[in-house]
């Protein structure tokens, strides 16, 4: 079959099945409605998996991007000191580019103020430019503790200073420290990492900012992450035997807890890298979306069997007449594919309906001190959602299309012809057989959100071993902490304070080694706290 005549036919087939279709428009909103919620709430995750997993974020060539590091022994990812990122910077012999970062935390205006703190030439090698003024250059991070200034994100600009036109050269208080606002980043750029930042400042203004060792300090407290950027031509594999060896080298005269057992090279390109872990945790998720539209196609699969019984007449006088039957199953199709498509466009809607219902649900139960930590990102339907949205479908059209295409086309022509049937129509005991499908699919469904719900009422009455009820956790600034606290303590609503270098369940605490009285050496972890926290 030529090009020009598989079109004609398909042309004929697609008005045909138009015509068809006026003849039953509750038949063919009732199809596209059923599909459309299964495809819906798949479009809905895959958009939510796509922001966040897929699409690269905004910067200059994103796939070239990592963030290294060393593991331990115990499997403890390295932070870098001031001294390790400069040698590494100068003999690592991987990237051609290289910048640290460190994250700071404050409040601003009452409210969460999540930032930052980078080498100069970090903005250059993201090849970020800027809304407002300029970025950070390297000579805003040249000497440690120069002028300070911050660049703020766009989403901070607008929402926390409301736009300001005049914002460039304004002050802010940042932990204390007033820092001088010198540019506004482009719009859509909001970091590297999953959690949106406010701002950014340079790394040498650590000590106004960050409590602890001064990063410059002799101490050389290890608190940096550093990210560099692939040669051209580099493999990945060969990267990660340099970096190991480079990694071996620095950590030798190191305790062996200590020393560098691994290398890990994670990709900046996008917010969440693609690992195999994340795919791990996703997959049942995943699936059971995609359980709930095969369960909208065995749906469909039944009403499109039913209709083909109604068609038996039809089937058969077109088969007597010399129709092929691949012929007859391609028009079938055909309809199928296009009542997959109002499907589609139905399906995008009630995607972005779950996603703006479950945002909001979100915003209403998530704990008040958590939801001032959660930033609105923008969710864009690009090629890739599109793509999907068509696939999906497509491949929907053919699960509830294919077996009653191929079942309504296996029937007796004498009796199709005359409106009769046999004795054992095959079409009721697939439909039979569709029906309890769905309901082992559901009573599956059922029972894993039932395990699922009982797992979280298990989890939030867990006893911890200690009491958390009335207990408020935070973090003082240094040059602030007899002011704080002397407000705390007159405040008649606080019973009794205490202090701790590390909060219960609040992440990593420092360790050393202790030799045993038979000589072995183990790790034991530790904790500065003040008198009396254990009654608290």
């Known amino acids: 079959m030529g090009v020009r005549q598989a079109f004609e036919t398909t042309f004929l087939d ?8 006026r003849r039953s428009p ?15 709430i798949n479009m809905a995750l895959f958009t939510l998996f796509n922001a966040y997993v897929l699409r690269p974020i905004p910067i200059r060539d994103p796939y070239s991007l990592y963030t290294f590091t060393w593991t331990t022994r115990a499997g403890r990812e390295h932070t870098f000191s001031w001294d390790e990122y400069r040698r590494f910077r100068e003999n690592n012999g991987v990237f051609s580019e290289v910048a640290a970062v460190e994250s700071v935390q404050t409040r601003l205006n ?15 090698m993201l090849g970020v430019g800027t809304s407002l003024g300029r970025t950070l250059l390297p000579e805003d991070a040249a000497v440690p503790g120069r002028d300070p200034v911050v660049v703020l994100s766009y989403e901070a600009w607008q929402t926390i200073f409301a736009g300001r036109t005049d914002i460039i050269g304004a002050k802010i208080m940042i932990r204390g420290s007033p820092m001088q606002v010198i540019g506004v980043a482009r719009k859509g750029f909001q970091d590297l990492s999953e959690v949106p930042r406010d701002f950014w400042a340079p790394v040498t203004v650590a000590g106004r900012l960050q409590d602890g060792p001064d990063l410059f300090g002799a101490e050389h407290p290890e608190r940096l992450t550093i990210i560099g950027r692939i040669r051209p031509g580099q493999r990945i594999s060969s990267a990660e035997a340099t970096l190991a060896a480079w990694s071996r080298q620095m950590t030798s005269q190191q305790p062996d807890e200590r020393k560098a057992v ?5 990709s900046n390109a996008t917010a969440i890298p693609l690992t195999r872990e994340l795919l791990l945790v996703f997959s049942p998720l995943a699936a059971a979306f995609a359980l709930a539209l095969l369960l909208a196609c065995a749906n469909v699969a039944s009403m499109m069997l039913a209709r083909a019984v109604t068609r038996q007449r039809e089937i058969g006088i077109r088969l007597s007449l010399g129709a092929a039957r691949g012929r007859l199953i391609r028009q079938l199709l055909t309809e199928s594919v296009l009542l997959s498509v109002p499907a589609a466009f139905l399906g995008w809607i009630v995607s972005q309906v779950t996603i703006e219902a479950s945002l909001r ?20 339907v690009d090629w890739r959602v599109i793509v999907f949205m068509f696939f999906a479908a497509l491949t929907s059209a053919v699960l509830f299309g294919l077996v009653p295409a191929i079942q309504a086309t296996r029937s007796n022509v004498i009796l199709a012809a005359r409106g009769e049937f046999a004795a054992d129509l095959r079409p009721v005991r ?17 029972v894993a959100c039932g395990a699922l719900l009982r797992t979280t009422v298990a989890m939030s009455s867990f006893d911890i071993g200690f009491r958390t009820g009335g207990v408020v956790a935070m973090e003082v600034v240094e040059n602030a902490r007899r002011r704080v606290l002397d407000a705390i303590v007159s405040d008649p609503v606080v019973d009794a304070i205490a202090a701790a270098s590390s909060i219960p369940l609040g992440g990593l605490v420092p360790s050393i080694t202790m030799v045993t ?14 008198p009396g926290i254990l009654t608290y």
Do not use: W
């Open 14 to 21: 697609v008005r045909y099945a138009l015509r068809a279709f």
């Open 26 to 40: 509750g038949f063919v909103l009732t199809v596209a409605a059923t599909i459309a919620l299964g495809l819906g």
């Open 110 to 124: 009452g409210r969460v103020f999540q930032g930052q703190l980078v080498t100069g030439n970090y903005f250059q």
């Open 262 to 266: 691994g290398v890990l090279l994670r």
């Open 361 to 380: 649900i979100m915003y209403v139960t998530v704990p008040r001190d958590m939801l001032e930590l959660l930033h609105e990102v923008t969710l864009p």
């Open 430 to 446: 697939l439909r039979n057989g569709l029906v309890l499908a769905q309901i082992t699919a559901c009573t599956l469904l059922l």
């Open 517 to 530: 009285q038979d000589g072995s050496a183990i790790s034991a972890a530790y904790n500065y706290v003040s």
